[in-house]
């Protein structure tokens, strides 16, 4: 049974975190000591500055709002510098989030902030304190990623998830696509299946944008997409990996498109403009209210998210088998014949719903938190 | 997807769609070995890793290679059936970059 | 008056640079090796970066990030490097590896795929550390000409730094002044060009950043932004002539080029902001 936190805005969270979150780059050390001092609580670092003038300041404060405010973080404690950060305070209030801020202008430096938010954060600890309820199936938001692919990808992996991603979306629940500079290729397959016109003219805007983007800042991608990772899997051009990728996403019908860190209005599948890197794709799905990540694997990819549990399924027996303790399910079986598209299917469903009810995925046990936040400038 | 079995009973390439002209490598291909698909039996040419994709038959130069039945590149010279299909033979019809096509 | 020209004290590295640090950097050249690096660092006495790229640059971008990363791990600072890849990224850390190795610096590489893992990469890992510093624990340190100390200043906008590059030039080192770039992105600049000490102009309420292996010496230039923040400054540069302001940061120069702990390194901060050329794809 889905179980879950129930949140005050509506939504439901499957896990309970204590976000210790910098408002810029000079608080992430504050931010880092009160996570040493508190285990209970989990601390990101970012690279952003928030200097004058930084055209990207508007993506990445809502980037930052968004993770803050993901329902399964119970509270966020905010370091912020001076009054400069407080836009990002409210923009988490503004979402419904619980947040206390500390402000290292007030306590003359890093150290003694962290002291002092130490005490801030143990409140926040015991004030987000709550216990698990059943939990209805539509208020589910899955991020749907894959990442170090290889041959096996569209075969195995992608496929079995596509099948669980059905499922989910035909029980009401929502599943997320990312990755558009690894769509290309595949928007005839995508376009055909949104639910209307418009949307399906939607997606193929979005892939060729990225596509004009490339071709007119004259950037040679050979090298990034594919990936020497992807190459070396035996996957030759962007079109192939694609047309692997977007089989992540079943075959159910198209609701809408969501801009990077962007929140569905309604449930069912939709397409996120995120880059194909990884983390700061998770980052944009989090940031646009997933609380579960299902994460296919070629090559071996032990990431997982900070306050997000990502169930890693790998599309080989061999990498299943080099990467013991990082991957949960192996798809591997499919090529061989001991296992279906369907069998896998299940597992996958059935693993993202017992990690959304409190299993921890494998990634959660090692702790991989790796964070980024997509850059447009 | 479609596959034959090999001698030993295991699987060892599959066409992902009907229309494919690429099998993908279900385990590693020596030179030599002979493997069947629709009635077309393939003398593999070049190593093939698993995972990877061999012509199921010739691809003239500039002709599409399909695999998901869609067109995953264009063959940048001519692919006689058994090679190795990758990135040395094949190019994005997308995103060539800058020095090809 | 006659100035007394710096003492650096420091290391001799085998390609003829000289570190006033002794460090064991761990660097992941993708952002999906960066918990294997802290982990591996935090078990043992090195250093870790923690940043966000290494995989789909593209263009300059791809250049960029490359070279910032191997001129970290050829910052003199470091006296060995263990280089951490996943084995998929864009960013190979194994070519990484080599370029640095090239460079003749000790450096080390673990894959994590080809380790098995997360849990074997960490472990592999922790015996090249612990080895590795052992050795960089025997070297012994000494005193050096002050010509082969390079002092980066962050920023060129400031009227402190004509007065304090003379200072500095005075006192027999080097300086490099970031033209173009702000804040950590700066600092990556300077450490990447081999300075072994950046100096830090910060004003209007800035905070200061610190940097994984070579000490900044933060300076507040105003009233307002030393008191904000004064634990996370070395020293304050203001109410002064601007000669007196450089001279105090020149002693203080010194001082951290003969072992004294910025408030950076006291603090723990190793902040790496990386400038992008070009969005990820």
Known sequence: MLTGYPRDNGKWGVRNHVLVLPARAAANRAAELVAQYLP??????????????????????????????????????LITVDSRDEQLAHELSARGQRVSVVAMSEHGGTVSTAEA???????????????????????????????????????????????????????????????????????????????????????????????????????????????????????????????????????????GTLEYAGSPRGTGLYIMDTPGHDIEQMVGFVAGGCQLVAFTTGRGTPTGSPIAPCVKISTNSAVFGNMPGDIDIDAGGIAIGTETLTSVGESIYNALIAAASGVLTCSEVHGHREFAVRRVQ | MASEPGAGGRRRVIAVDPADNVLVALMDLAPGETVEYAQTVVVIVDEILAGHKVALRQIGCGEPVLKYGEVIGLATCSIPRGCHVHVHNVASARLPGPQAG | MAIAPFQPEGYERPNGRVGIRNHMLVLPSVVCATRVARDIAAATDALAITHQHGCLHVGDDLRHARDSLEGVGLN????????????????????????????????????????????????????????????????????????????????????????LVRE??????????????????????????????????????????????C??????????????????????????????????????????????LTASERRGSVDFVLDRLSVTM
């Open chain 1, 40 to 77: 209970a609580v989990v601390a990101v670092a970012h690279e952003w500055e928030n200097l004058p003038g930084d055209p990207d300041a508007g993506v990445i404060t809502r980037t930052l709002a968004g993770f803050g405010a993901n329902p399964n973080v119970g509270a966020v404690l």
């Open chain 1, 117 to 255: 938010a130490r005490a801030v954060a143990s409140e926040l600890v015991m004030a987000a304190a709550a216990s698990r309820e059943p939990m209805p199936i539509s208020a589910l938001v899955v991020g749907l990623e894959c990442g170090g692919s290889d041959g096996w990808s569209g075969i195995t992996a992608n496929p079995a998830l596509g099948i669980a991603s059905d499922r989910l979306v035909a029980e009401g629940a929502s599943t997320i696509l990312g990755e558009v500079p690894e769509l290309v290729g595949a928007e005839r397959f995508l376009a055909a299946r949104a639910v209307t016109p418009e949307i399906g003219q939607e997606i193929v805007e979005l892939i060729n944008a990225f596509e004009h983007a490339v071709k007119g800042l004259g950037i040679d991608i050979r090298g990034a997409q594919p990936t020497p990772g992807n190459i070396a899997g035996g996957l030759t051009t962007i079109e192939e990996k694609s047309l692997g990728a977007a089989r992540k996403a079943g075959t159910a019908a198209i609701s």
């Open chain 3, 76 to 163: 003199p600072n470091i006296g060995a490097v263990l280089l951490v890849g996943l084995g998929c990224e864009t960013i190979a850390g194994e070519s990484l590896a080599q370029a640095i190795s090239s460079r003749r610096v000790n450096v080390d590489y673990v894959g994590i795929q080809r380790a098995g893992g997360t849990t074997a990469a960490i472990a592999r890992g922790r015996e090249i550390v612990e080895a590795r510093l052992a050795e960089l624990h025997r070297e012994a340190s000494g005193i050096f000409e002050p010509g082969r100390l390079l002092v980066g200043l962050d920023r060129s906008d400031d009227e402190l730094v004509e007065p």
């Open chain 3, 168 to 213: 500095m030039e005075l006192r027999g080192a080097a300086v490099a002044v970031v033209d173009g770039a702000r804040g950590g992105a700066a600092h990556l600049r300077l450490a990447a060009l081999g300075a072994q000490l950046i100096v830090s102009l910060c004003g209007g309420h800035e905070a200061p950043l610190g940097f994984a292996g």
């Open chain 3, 215 to 260: 000490p900044v010496v933060a300076v507040a230039r105003d009233r307002e932004t030393y008191t904000m923040l004064r634990d996370d400054f070395d020293l304050g540069a203001y109410g002064l002539p601007v000669g007196e302001q450089a001279a105090l940061v020149a002693d203080r120069v010194g001082d951290v080029c003969r072992g004294r």
